[in-house]
């Protein structure tokens, strides 16, 4: 019946709504006269003339006044307050009639009072109408099929009033109540919301049906934050959350404002401020160049640069669309932020030498940061040549670009898979680390201080674990996992490149700075993490559940285990989340006579005498046994290959 009334035609259903509004106007003065005469009302002379007076008046005034122009099942408070104006511009006009009506001596018939006790009665009928039928109607649109969520909101100050306000009756969850830790509120009611303690919270669930529960507090410290995220992991309900302060600095709070869980929730790691001074020292009015300005990691660094005011900022990527997408983001920053910094964006990859050294020429940036690299590691070592030509050198040709040009500083993106590496990936950027300490330690003067910054996963990039399990959580599962001891390393984007500029600030030459991770994490508890999180229970060791983690294998060349030292001991910096590594290198001259050879192999696409030179550049790479296999499909191809045109 609903449905069917919502796809009433527009006009019919206005109709409807003015045919409802003249009875319930006839019906207040009734009422009114009755009340008035102590009596059940029977209209006699001119009576009958107000009683078709009024609804006539009604209808011309809520006309004029657009009020047949709302869409009544979802009517607010503005549209309440806007049928009060109207109703007290109606009962002003009905009592001027009345008193016209008296001053021909009606008095006997037509009672003073009935002029302020009909519009009263009145418009307690519309508004009482216009609200149930908001009740009625609200949830039961053709885009709201489903029943509406049950919301919690974790947190009873401004932010979590103004969401409950702001969610209204016609959005997507009904709100149950507050939870809140200050004991001065628990019991309380705010906005006919009782306020409950935490402790109430699992009851609650369990009796009320509570779905979702919404974390809103823009200004609790990270500590907190995450301890009141571990305490809801044995509850099955949907934790969401409010942005921070800085976000919802236009004091008004929406449904729209509503998001899953942050990545930095998820980690649980407590931000470090940064420190402004190292953050400008590079940057501050001077031409910078930032490789792979399309990437995850490349186009956060552009984004921080660009708040630091640099005279120009060069960006190089080879990939059209992750330019254009990074320029168009960097031109909405500096508009917003009323800066005047030249964006230069350049189509280039890193192997073309050529191109390389015309733009350094050109442009002569004294801060270069290289992020450019193939990162994924199944990929790269099923790409064994391409890798080592676009890692290495790439890095080759960029380094001796900006030593010959005489930039100050050069900051090499690396990893922490470059420490003992079982994977072509990270044997390359190991190599590459090699070649800037080589550079650095020439005995000719270098005017360029090579420095490298080693760091583990960060969370949100492409083809990172969270963004992927949230993918796979979407599709229904299942979570998919390589093993289940498996752990990683784990910052955020925005803190990583903000540790990369510090870390390049501070550098003398030849340093591999290691970034502070914090606790290694497994991924697998990663994983229930998010499926708890979102109010689903985990489906496994024959346990009835909602989403299941399935373990896939070992990938080829990934370990179980990364680690961010070769050695022991680093030194510390500054920065308390900054470390200086002793790693040992090799001197140029011996250096770049292997990497002729290994140039020369990469024409031959010969992978197992790749594999080879590189495990002389870097003795600690372990290669996994699947390179083996595409070494030997490889000989076999190019076998058949010869043979048949011979």
Not at 95 to 114: A, K, N, T, V, Y
Not at 447 to 467: A, D, E, Q
Not at 603 to 621: A, F, G, M, N
């Amino acid at each position: 019946m609903l449905r069917s009334l919502l796809d009433w035609p527009r006009s019919l259903k206005r109709t409807t709504v003015m045919a409802l509004d003249v009875c319930l106007c006839l019906l207040a003065m009734w009422l009114a006269f009755s009340l008035r005469l102590e009596t059940l009302h029977q209209p006699q002379g001119m009576q009958w003339l107000v009683y078709a007076l009024a609804p006539a008046l009604a209808l011309a005034i809520f006309l004029r006044l657009g009020l047949y122009r709302a869409i009544f099942r979802h009517t607010g408070i503005e549209s309440l307050v806007a049928t009060a104006g109207a109703g007290a511009i109606y009962g002003l006009v009905l009592e001027i009639i009345l008193f016209s009506l008296q001053s021909r001596g009606l008095d006997h018939m037509m009672p003073r009072s009935i002029g302020l006790l009909q519009p009263l009665i009145f418009l307690l009928l519309v508004v009482t109408s216009r609200a149930m039928a908001r009740s009625w109607l609200g949830g039961s649109g053709p885009g709201n099929k489903t029943p509406k969520a049950r919301l919690l909101i974790y947190g009873a100050g401004e932010a979590g009033v103004q969401t409950a306000a702001g969610i209204g009756a016609s959005g997507p969850f009904m709100v149950a109540g507050f939870v809140d830790d200050d004991t001065a509120k628990i019991g309380r009611s705010i906005n006919h919301l009782r306020v409950y303690p935490p402790q109430a919270i699992a009851e609650l669930v369990e009796t009320q049906g509570i779905t979702d529960i919404l974390l809103a507090m823009p200004s609790v410290s990270r500590e907190r934050r995450n301890a009141i995220i571990q305490r809801l992991n044995s509850v099955p309900v949907h934790v969401r959350t409010l942005p921070g302060l800085s976000d919802l600095a236009n004091g008004r709070v929406s449904t729209q404002d509503i998001r899953e869980l942050d990545i930095e929730d998820l980690l649980g790691r407590e931000p470090v401020a940064p420190n402004p001074d190292l953050l400008a020292r590079n940057l501050t009015g001077k031409t910078v160049l930032v490789t792979g300005a399309g990437g995850s990691i490349g186009s956060e660094l552009c984004r921080q640069i660009t708040l630091e005011k640099p005279l120009q900022l060069i960006l190089l990527d080879h990939s059209e669309y992750a330019l254009y997408a990074i320029h168009e983001a960097l031109l909405r920053l500096c508009a917003s932020r009323g800066l005047q910094i030249q964006l230069i964006p350049l189509l280039g990859s890193i192997t073309n030498v050529t191109r390389i050294n015309e733009i350094l020429e050109r442009y002569r940036p004294q801060t270069v940061y290289h992020a450019a690299a193939y990162k994924h590691v199944p990929m790269v070592e099923s790409n064994v040549a391409e890798g080592v030509q676009n890692n290495v050198f790439g890095t080759l040709n960029l380094a001796l670009a900006a030593q010959s040009i005489g930039s100050a500083h050069f900051v090499l993106i690396s990893t922490d898979k470059a420490v003992r590496p079982t994977n072509v990936m990270g044997a390359t950027k190991r190599v590459s680390e090699l070649i800037l300490q080589a550079l650095a330690a020439q005995t000719t003067p270098c005017r360029t201080r090579f420095s490298m910054v080693r760091f583990g996963n960060v969370l949100g990039s492409s083809g990172s674990v969270v963004p992927e399990f949230r993918r796979q959580l979407a599709d229904g599962g299942p979570l998919r996992v390589t093993h289940p001891e498996i752990t990683r390393y784990f910052m955020t984007i925005p803190e990583a490149a903000q540790l990369v500029l510090q870390a390049g600030a501070m550098s003398v030459g030849g340093e591999v700075f290691i970034l502070e991770m914090g606790q290694p994490v497994r991924i697998i508890d990663l994983a229930r993490r998010i499926i708890t999180l979102s109010g689903l229970r985990v489906r496994e060791h024959g346990h009835d559940g909602d989403v299941e983690i399935a373990i896939s294998g070992l990938r080829p060349g990934e370990k179980l285990y990364e680690e961010l030292l070769t050695g022991d001991n680093p030194s510390p910096t500054a920065h308390a989340r900054i470390m200086k590594a002793r790693e040992g290198f090799m001197p140029w001259d011996t250096l770049i006579q292997r990497l002729d050879e290994l140039q020369s192999t990469i024409q031959t696409q010969d992978v197992s005498q790749i594999v080879d030179l590189l495990k002389q550049l870097v003795p600690e790479y372990t290669p996994s046994s699947h390179l083996s296999d595409v070494a030997g499909r490889l000989s076999q191809t190019l076998s058949s290959t010869a043979e048949v045109t011979c």
